[in-house]
């Protein structure tokens, strides 16, 4: 598994980048195991350097047990840094699953690095959190000037991201524990209005949801999905992070604990 690969896993919510490195891989290896009955392991050459869905649905996820895993279950398991990914393929050529097995020692290494990095633009704690003028699918406005003396919670995300739609029902009762605080929580989503719409129809999402948002995205240099970021009473950065991880919500808390205190 090469820095490429870890770092679509880490940030791009979801959607692998196929560009592996798939040493010893014999194209006509065959297995016994039931899940995988008619399909061979993937060799470098079956698989194109394109973007491939990593949802745990549209290709089928196993962990190393043989056990096909979904949901925050698999992306707890692929950002753990424990496992390197096997592709199988059908006689097509088309990838049908994937399989975690036990990750080289250098593998892991390299994890631990990109998990330092993981935050990307980190560096921006701390600093005047970049203005902003919009409004939500309601026609209500929402400006960093006027949210000032309030605690903002941004979530960046997409209708097509599946680890933002995962965390959602914990977003929620995020929004339901500050609902009588001066706490604002933003959803800047990249659809427009009406794919929001039909969207929401289906899952509910208490942010205040903004379409249309990748001006905001290149503003804060969103470098995947999701992204949170905190922004204090005084319209400074008080935290950032990006990709979906097992501590998310938990530091979000955090860090609104924190500042209501001050």
Known sequence: MNTKQIISIFLLCGFLTTNLSCQNVKKEQTNDKEYLQ????ASESDLPDQDI?????SIPVYNIDGKRIRGMEMMEAIMSGKYSQDFYVDKNKEIKAMVLVTAKE???????????????NSELI??????FSVKDINGNEHSLNNLKGKIIVMNFWFVECKPCIIEIPELNELVK??????????????NDTSTLNSFLKEMDFLYKIIPNSKEIV????????????????????????SGLKPTTIQDIENT???????
Do not use: C, R
């Open 126 to 131: 701390g600093k005047d959190a970049i203005p």
């Open 38 to 41: 008619g399909l061979t392991k």
């Open 218 to 241: 290149a503003d804060y240099e969103v470098l995947g999905y999701p992204t949170h970021v905190v922004i204090d009473q005084n319209s400074k950065i008080a935290f950032l992070t």
């Open 53 to 57: 869905m990593l949802d745990g649905e």
């Open 256 to 262: 609104i604990e924190n500042l209501i205190k001050q």
């Open 177 to 190: 524990k500050y609902e009588s605080k001066e706490v604002v929580f933003l959803g800047f989503a990249t």
């Open 106 to 120: 250098d593998e892991k290494m390299v994890w631990e690095e990109i998990k330092k990095q993981g935050d990307g």
